[in-house]
């Protein structure tokens, strides 16, 4: 099963404590980069979050915000650090001593400056667990989106793996028909021109060409690629970077059918080739 790196989730949960939620938006990304924007008590969550994530995705950015309203109370607000507000005021005295007019300090706006408030015993400790457990919830979500839109790619890019062969089998069917019509061009126009051409240096001219025409081994090698596709994603797990390659693979052998093209139909076969393989490419760089 392939995953996608395209997802939302959403979880909220509520308790005598306050209340918590949780949004977690992941997009595409050449490597696994999680970022997190948390209230101050709890920023010492992080490392276990990364961790959490490390173990559940492969690739992708995830942006993981937390917000939490406490209830109003005592409780609820934690221990005031002595320390660090003794030294914010004895700078905010600094900065006052100074000439010009300085507005009166605000409590609030000193209780809301980082660290003020000290994590406060129990009632933080259910808050720390409660976030916690509410964010595997959420991951869990997150995983279980990029997994039903992983199984979306995975069909829409074996619809184009379908249109493909077929288009194939008409490029090699033509070829004989096409390279028999060439020889026969430049036959008749030497005859119309009565160029003493030796024969048997024609017939070898004739066979380079043929074999610079020549698109057998393109088509061979985009058979190959096809089934190591379908390989690719019947295997599943983070096959993002594989399935990326592949499709330049891809597109290379089909530029070069495209440059050997020795009729119309030939070239709108390749144009058309390298539509489905545009269309399957935008897609896979949303595979984790």
């Given at each position: ?38 209230p ?8 276990a ?9 492969a690739?992708?950015?995830?942006e ?17 650090n ?20 300085w ?65 194939l ?50 088509l ?8 190591e ?60």
């Amino acid at each position: 099963m392939i995953n996608s790196m395209t997802a939302f989730s959403r979880r909220e949960h509520s308790g005598s404590w306050g209340h918590l939620t949780w949004e977690l938006r992941s997009v595409n990304h050449r490597y696994l980069e999680p970022a997190f924007k948390l209230p101050e008590n709890l920023r010492h969550l992080e490392p276990a979050l990364r961790e959490r994530i490390k173990r559940s995705l492969a690739r992708g950015k995830v942006e993981c915000s937390l917000r939490f309203s406490a209830n109003a109370g005592i409780a609820s607000m934690g221990a005031v650090n002595a320390e660090l507000l003794a030294a914010l005021l004895a700078t905010c005295g600094q900065v006052c001593s100074q000439p010009g007019h300085w507005a009166a300090l605000n409590p609030l706006e000193i209780l809301a400056w980082p660290g003020i408030l000290e994590d406060g015993g129990a009632g933080d400790d259910t808050v720390t667990s409660e976030a916690l457990l509410l964010f595997d919830h959420a991951l869990q979500e997150l995983r279980a989106t990029r997994q039903r839109e992983g199984e979306q790619l995975a069909r829409f890019i074996a619809q184009r793996l379908d249109d493909i062969p077929p288009l194939l089998d008409e490029q090699r069917s033509r070829m004989p028909v096409l390279l028999a019509e060439q020889r026969n061009r430049i036959v008749q126009k030497l005859r119309e021109v009565d160029a003493g051409t030796d024969p048997e240096r024609l017939e070898q001219e004739l066979v380079l060409l043929a074999q610079k025409s020549d698109v057998d081994e393109e088509l061979d090698r985009l058979q190959v690629h096809l089934q190591e596709v379908r390989r690719v994603i019947t295997a599943g797990g983070a096959c993002g970077r594989r399935l990326d390659f592949l499709m330049q693979e891809l597109n290379r052998e089909a530029n070069t059918l495209s440059a050997k093209s020795l009729s119309a139909d030939n070239t709108l076969g390749a144009v058309a080739l390298k539509v489905l393989i545009e269309q399957m490419r935008e897609q896979i760089q949303n595979i984790e």
